[in-house]
């Protein structure tokens, strides 16, 4: 076993905080204070799966041993067989095994498993790059379906020519938010345009950005300080919409940590016809400004110690090119290319993102030095 005592000594360095954390997690006191006590839950988690693989690691390494002892020592022919498969099953488990613990040990982004709020705006290429933006827009709804993930419209601005200058939405699921923060960035399409006469292939893009959405004890918020005013929406909706006022616009000043000064920020939130729902929609989403803002700066420390590119939370880098005449996707960060662009615009796009996942926790084992 020695050769492997390194895996098995970090494993065993964590047997004592995961024993310390389920007695933690039952006292009366802990559990009074939500913070701590959600924070202690998901480390019991995922010290528990730790605990698991352990357990398992410890058998194959033992597995190994035995088998080992009874081809050495063994007279019968039929237990030395039996012996030779199992030796083989648990030398082909170990290496999986290993890398299994080894990606468990390097700790997750604490916000990879919260709902995210993804945005999408149109940017170069005028009435095109509003139509891409929906595109896009379509792109992560069928992606959202096929995950069993809730996606809601908080606000839209549609584009003169159809789909939308700007869409932000919420989306809700398991892990969701360490799933598509691969996707913020610039997103680049090459193809004839609809509002093209002369048949010439335009560049325009779009650019998405998704952010973790923050729980309500994540940001301090002095609900007393916000002012709202109601309005009636507009819009299609039959009567109710446009006499009743069921859209909501807060102003809140909050003061940035990182520069000092007061900021006023503005929110309107319109798409359900139901004022107290409008309001909660509208406190969310200040929620996740706030706590985007302050946690700015915590994405750039980690962008300016990660070597990678693959989720450095840059909004601005170029990351995918979408090639209509070639029927072609680029991914720029891993060199990842691919010809079914139709079917990856129909919400396939597992395949690109379970790659930018195995690129990056590469790059996570080679920090950690694992």
Partial sequence: MAENNTILEKLDGLVARFEEVSTLITDPAVIADQKRYVK????YKELGDLME???????????IEEAKEIIANEDDAEMRDMAREELD???????ELEEQIKLLLVPADPQDSRNAILEIRGGTGGDEAAIFAGDLFRMYSKYCDIKGWKIEVSSANEGAAGGFKEIICSV????????????????RVQRVPATETQGRVHTSAASVAVLPEAEEFDVVINEGEIKWDTFRSGGAGGQNVNKVESGVRLRYNWKNPLT???????????????????????????????????HQKYIDDIASKRKTMVSTGDRSAKIRTYNYPQGRITDHRINYTIYNLAAFMDGEIQD???HLIVAENAERLKESEL
């Fill in 40 to 43: 202690l839950t998901k480390e």
């Fill in 53 to 63: 693989a352990r357990k398992e690691y410890i058998q194959v390494l033992n597995g």
């Fill in 89 to 95: 099953t648990c030398q082909s488990r170990l290496p």
């Fill in 172 to 187: 809700t699921g398991e892990g969701v938010y360490g799933i598509l923060k691969y996707e913020s960035g610039v997103h």
């Fill in 260 to 294: 000092g000064t007061v900021e006023e920020i503005l929110i309107e939130c319109t798409e359900t016809r139901d004022q107290p729902k409008n309001k909660e929609r509208a406190l969310s989403r200040l929620r996740t400004f706030i706590y985007d803002k302050e």
């Fill in 352 to 354: 690109c993102i379970d």
